[in-house]
């Protein structure tokens, strides 16, 4: 009782935060989730030939993979079209050991001429952050230590302290609220779905995106046309992301 009133009395014996947990982190206004593939970087090919030698090397098939469609799926989603191509039974150990020859093999298929980081991509991202209110994270069909061999060929992977992968689902559109939670679990902001950017370079990655309510935008560097992405009415669309202004100007305002 004692104790009650001297806390009606003295608004001084209001709890205080420890003063290690007083200091001020820049607030995050905005929060872009990245596609990596055709987005972010290129790689030359180096992912459907990883898959390739992986299926040669775990279950003795040298086939093509030319007729699937990798763009905006997810790597459990491919693997499964794999197996059902070779009639290969879909289990959680054939998954498990297709996913260890693919990722032995992309190391080594990632030094190719023809992998690198596509135009603009390293000035936005630096320029995202020194803006400050950005939380950056990735919305990845890849699964994680995937996503990290490719980012880290070229020295990005460090850019991304969170991320939705394919670990987290099988299916692109079910992977925007795990990387929102991710985003609110570490910058403690739960972000508004207008706040939220998914940048993506196929119609799945404009599809994961509205679903979760979020802006898009879509890149012409992964292969489709802009008239085949307009056709899935992003919020915005840019032929690449050269024009590192224009970019953050987009990503920065809330109406386009
Ligand atoms: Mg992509």
């Not at 197996?83 to 298929?109: C, I, M, V, W």
Request: aromatic residues 6%; contains cysteine.
């Amino acid at each position: 009782m004692q104790t009650a009133r001297r806390v009606r009395a003295d608004p001084v014996v209001r709890p205080q935060l420890p003063p290690t947990l007083n200091v001020q982190l820049p607030v995050k206004h905005h929060l872009l989730l990245w596609d990596i593939d055709g987005t972010l970087i290129a790689s030359g090919g180096a992912g459907m030939r990883a898959l390739q030698t992986g299926l040669r090397n775990v279950f003795g098939i040298d086939g093509s993979l030319a007729d699937i469609d990798f763009g905006g799926r997810t790597d459990p989603w491919i693997m499964r079209e794999v197996f059902r191509k070779f009639a290969l039974p879909a289990t959680p150990e054939n998954f498990a050991r297709f996913f260890d020859g693919y990722l032995a093999a992309l190391p080594g298929e990632l030094a190719n001429p023809h992998a690198r980081v596509l135009p603009g991509v390293r000035e936005i991202l630096k320029a995202a952050t020194e803006h400050g209110g950005f939380a950056q994270g990735l919305l990845t069909g890849n699964m994680r230590r995937g996503a990290q061999l490719k980012l880290a060929h070229h020295g990005l992977w460090e850019q991304f302290a969170f991320g939705a992968f394919g670990d987290d689902s099988e299916h692109r559109n079910e992977l925007g609220p795990h990387a929102v939670r991710r985003a609110l679990e570490r910058h403690s902001v739960n972000f508004a779905a207008d706040d939220v950017w998914v940048i993506g370079d196929t119609p799945h990655d404009i599809a994961c995106g509205k679903i979760i309510g979020a802006r898009t935008l879509a890149v012409g560097t992964g292969g489709a046309t802009l008239d085949h992405l307009r056709a899935h009415a992003p919020t915005a669309m840019m032929e690449n992301l050269a024009d590192t202004a224009q970019v953050l100007s987009v990503l920065a305002g809330r109406t386009r």
